[in-house]
């Protein structure tokens, strides 16, 4: 079973609108880091979150976390073409050889004119 | 600074052979790991090097290996090649928590 669910899988939003992705652990987190991915190609990163209640912003996309919840939510405002892309979120899991970056599946955003 | 490079952009092979990708992280930084990134199940960790050191190890067959040379470059290998393997592999630098991801190797196995 997936340890990261995202929600939604995908996304279509026109121009301007906000949206929120979110991703959530079924292990406790420790931190937790969101990605953007242009199709088939590498991950950037964008931001880090580690303690609860922690929200960092980077232009306009905004994430904060919920330790109670193991929850992060990822939200951009005012969506422009330029935030089309794949959105993964990634945290380090506690597995049976120590800890190890595990991602969510991705939420794939499209922006339409 | 020159940003992480991986070697081939693109491969491919058939069932049965064995494969090498090539991971150069930022310079400076000792840590590297390695994903593999498939349609199906998603990025999954592989493992990580730090200084010449296996540091952790994701759950994959003993076909996957790696090893990081003293300049902190490091390579990956995939023995008797699957059809499963097929697979956008990428790999990542680390330095203060932040990983610093490749444009990734993309491996057709036929």
């Known amino acids: 079973s997936q340890e990261l669910e995202q929600s939604p899988q995908s996304l279509i939003v026109q121009e301007g609108k906000n949206l929120t992705i979110n991703c959530t652990s079924s292990k406790t987190l420790y931190g937790l880091y969101w990605y953007k991915q242009k199709y088939g190609e590498g991950l950037i990163f964008l931001m880090m979150l580690q303690k609860g209640g922690e929200e960092k912003s980077h232009e306009k996309i905004t994430a904060k976390l919920d330790e109670k919840k193991q929850q992060s939510s990822l939200h951009i405002t005012a969506s422009q073409p330029s935030h089309a892309g794949i959105y993964l979120c990634?945290?380090?899991?506690?597995?049976?050889?120590?800890?190890?970056?595990?991602f969510g599946k991705g939420t794939s955003l499209l922006v339409t004119p | 600074k020159a940003g992480v490079t991986q070697t081939p952009r693109y491969l491919i092979k058939t069932r049965g052979q064995q494969v090498t990708l090539s991971c150069s992280p930022i310079?400076?930084?000792?840590?590297v790991s390695w994903y593999q990134q498939t349609p199906g199940q998603g990025l999954q960790f592989l493992f990580e090097?730090?200084?010449?050191?296996?540091?952790n190890k994701g759950n994959f067959p003993g076909r996957f290996s790696g090893r990081q040379f003293s300049n902190s470059r490091s390579e990956m290998n995939v023995s008797t090649l699957e059809l499963g393997d097929s697979a956008l592999y990428l790999c990542?630098?680390?330095?203060?928590?932040?990983?610093?991801f490749g444009p990734g190797t993309r491996l057709t196995v036929l």
């Open positions: 310079s400076g930084h000792r840590s």
């Open positions: 090097y730090f200084s010449e050191t296996q540091r």
């Open positions: 990542a630098s680390t330095w203060a928590a932040t990983q610093y």
């Open positions: 990634g945290a380090d899991l506690l597995s049976n050889s120590g800890y190890a970056l595990n």
